[in-house]
């Protein structure tokens, strides 16, 4: 870098270079640090606190008004005389029924409950039974099945053969070999007609293990096919599941109800009731057994299960309908 240099004084006089200007460091301001709130965020916060109390006092007012404002008219309808849906008390139906049995030959179980599944009483309801014709019953509903499925035709022709008797109660086995029959026919003399052979040729035609099967799938878990065993409890649990769920359908359920209805063995739990009462039911019976179970469409509908083993059956024609009418008794004054 050139500097300037001073006028010489003579000539050979060396000036002196001008010495170099440094610029001056101006010193800078101290920032001030930035400030937590601005202009704005200050103003919101004051506008919250005065208008936060402001608030409170207006709402404070009106509700104090709205207390004594008259109610707007609503025009939704107001269900008056609720009553609560109660449980009935089955204690003393229980003491009857136990005095009723206590000294009859035999044993006796008995399982109630109401369609409605507000109430059940049982009494050796976990006792196993000989079921007897109580056992169509699953076998049945599997076949109502198949036709809600569309795998059987109801009016499916069948020939009675020879090897189909199996004696016992019904009428098929009346009908001369070679009589064409439908499926419908069959299980309708099942119903009706506790028939066994009807029993024989549908468990034929539905398979050797349908019967098991519909046990099985409706959890009738003290049911034994094989040794003709099971309870009131498992009975009354099909009738509430066939009445209350869609094991079959509407139209097949009304069919059912109508072959199990106005039966040939009218004499037990039907007997129990005044004769304008539906019962909905299935009899069965063995040396020493007799068995009755079903819907009992009384004012308040209930499902009845009376079975007996070892008895004295001339005993038990005239107990199971008395046992029959102290229920029905029983659920008018419910």
Same mark, same amino acid.
């Given at each position: 870098? =050139?500097? #300037?240099?001073? !006028? !010489? !004084?003579?000539? /050979?006089?060396?000036?002196? +270079?001008?010495? *170099? %200007?440094?610029?001056?460091?101006?010193?800078?301001?101290? *920032?001030?640090? +930035?400030? #937590?709130?601005?202009?704005?965020?200050? $103003?919101?916060?004051?506008?919250?606190?005065?208008?936060? +109390?402001?608030? @409170? %006092?207006?709402?404070?007012? !009106?509700?104090?008004? @709205?207390?004594?404002?008259?109610?707007?008219?609503? /025009?939704?309808?107001?269900?008056? /005389?609720?009553?609560? $849906?109660?449980?009935?008390?089955?204690?003393?139906? =229980?003491?009857? $029924?136990? /005095? *009723? %049995?206590?000294? $009859?030959?035999?044993?006796?179980?008995?399982?109630?409950?109401?369609?409605?599944? @507000?109430?059940?009483?049982?009494? =050796?309801? =976990?006792?196993?039974?000989?079921g007897a014709s109580l056992f169509k019953l699953p076998l049945m509903i599997a076949y109502y099945q198949a036709v809600d499925n569309g795998k059987i035709d109801p009016q499916t022709s069948y020939t009675l053969k020879y090897s189909d008797d199996e004696g016992g109660a019904g009428i098929l086995a009346s009908m001369a070999p070679g009589t064409v029959v439908t499926y419908k026919d069959i299980v309708q003399a099942m119903g009706k007609n506790s028939d066994n052979t009807g029993f024989q040729i549908m468990e034929n035609v539905l398979g050797q293990d349908a019967e098991t099967n519909e046990i099985s799938n409706l959890n009738m878990n003290n049911t034994d096919f094989s040794q003709s065993e099971t309870t009131p409890y498992d009975i009354g649990s099909l009738f509430y599941q066939l009445n209350n769920t869609n094991l079959i359908s509407n139209s097949s359920k009304d069919e059912f109800y109508s072959f199990l209805t106005n039966t040939d063995f009218e004499n037990l739990i039907p007997a129990g009731v005044p004769s304008n009462i539906k019962v909905v039911h299935k009899y069965g019976a063995d040396d020493g057994e007799l068995n009755d179970a079903g819907i009992v469409y009384a004012a308040k509908p209930y499902i009845l299960v009376i079975m007996s083993k070892d008895i004295d059956e001339d005993q038990a024609d005239v107990e199971i309908p008395k046992i029959s009418k102290i229920v029905y008794d029983w659920s008018t004054h419910e």
């Open positions: 870098m =050139n500097l #300037p240099f001073r !006028k !010489k !004084k003579e000539e /050979n006089e060396e000036l002196d +270079p001008i010495p *170099e %200007i440094k610029p001056v460091r101006r010193r800078k301001k101290k *920032e001030e640090p +930035p400030k #937590p709130w601005g202009r704005i965020e200050r $103003l919101i916060i004051f506008i919250f606190l005065i208008g936060l +109390p402001v608030l @409170s %006092i207006i709402f404070f007012i !009106k509700s104090k008004s @709205s207390r004594t404002a008259v109610p707007a008219k609503i /025009n939704a309808p107001i269900i008056n /005389n609720f009553v609560p $849906l109660a449980t009935p008390d089955t204690d003393e139906l =229980n003491t009857t $029924l136990n /005095n *009723e %049995i206590s000294n $009859l030959t035999g044993t006796y179980g008995i399982y109630l409950k109401s369609v409605d599944g @507000s109430y059940s009483l049982g009494i =050796n309801d =976990n006792i196993e039974f000989d």
